[in-house]
C-alpha cells in the first residue's frame, strides 16, 4: 500500500471514528438526562409516600375501600421499581478503554488499531442503545401510566380527608 492511498484510508477512519466518539457522547448525554428525570420521579414519588404516611391520609381510603388503598400502594411501589430498575446499569459504556489499547495494540499499525477500536466502539453502541431503549420504557411506563394513577388517587384522598374535616 503506498503512502498516500494509506493516507487516504487513515482519513476515512478518522471521519468514522469521529462519528463514532460523537455517537457515543451523545448517548452519554441521553443517559445522563433519563437518570436525572428518574431521580425526579422518585423523588415525587417519596414525597407522596411521605404526605399520606405521616398525614392520616390513607385513613379516607379505608373508609371508602381498602382495596383502593392497595391499588394506590401497587402503583407506587410498581412506579417506584420501574424508575430504580431504569437507573441500572448506572454507567454508559464507552471505549476505548486505554489499558487494553496499550496491552494489545501498541505494536499494530494505525489503521489496524483505529478498525479495532471502532469495531469496539459500535459493539457499545448498540449495546447502549439496547439498554437506553430498556430504561426509557421503564420510565415511560412509571411516568406515564403509574404516576398519574397514585397522583390521582392522591388528590382525590385529600379531597376526601378535606370533606371530612
Known amino acids: 500500500m503506498s503512502l498516500s492511498e494509506e493516507n487516504k484510508e487513515l482519513k476515512s477512519l ?3 471514528f469521529d462519528s463514532a466518539q460523537n455517537k457515543l457522547q451523545f448517548q452519554s448525554d441521553q443517559w445522563n438526562s433519563i437518570d436525572q428525570k428518574n431521580a ?17 391520609i390513607t385513613d379516607v381510603f379505608v373508609i371508602y375501600k381498602k382495596t383502593l388503598l392497595n391499588i394506590w400502594l401497587f402503583t407506587l411501589v410498581v412506579g417506584m421499581a420501574c424508575n430504580l430498575l ?3 446499569p448506572k454507567d454508559i459504556d464507552i471505549p476505548p478503554k486505554i489499558d487494553s489499547l496499550i496491552d494489545k495494540y501498541l505494536n499494530k499499525e494505525i489503521a489496524d488499531t483505529k478498525a479495532i477500536i471502532l469495531s469496539s466502539m459500535n459493539k457499545s453502541i448498540s449495546r447502549n442503545d439496547g439498554i437506553m431503549r430498556k430504561k ?24 376526601l380527608k378535606i370533606l371530612k374535616g
Not at 425526579?40 to 392520616?56: E, M
Not at 411516568?143 to 382525590?156: E, H, K, T
Open 86 to 88: 431504569s437507573l441500572k
Open 136 to 159: 426509557t420504557a421503564l420510565m415511560s411506563f412509571s411516568i406515564n401510566i403509574c404516576l398519574p394513577i397514585a397522583l390521582g388517587f392522591s388528590v382525590v384522598a385529600v379531597f
Open 40 to 56: 425526579i420521579v422518585i423523588a415525587i414519588y417519596g414525597i407522596i409516600l411521605a404526605i399520606f404516611l405521616t398525614g392520616g
Open 14 to 16: 478518522d471521519i468514522i
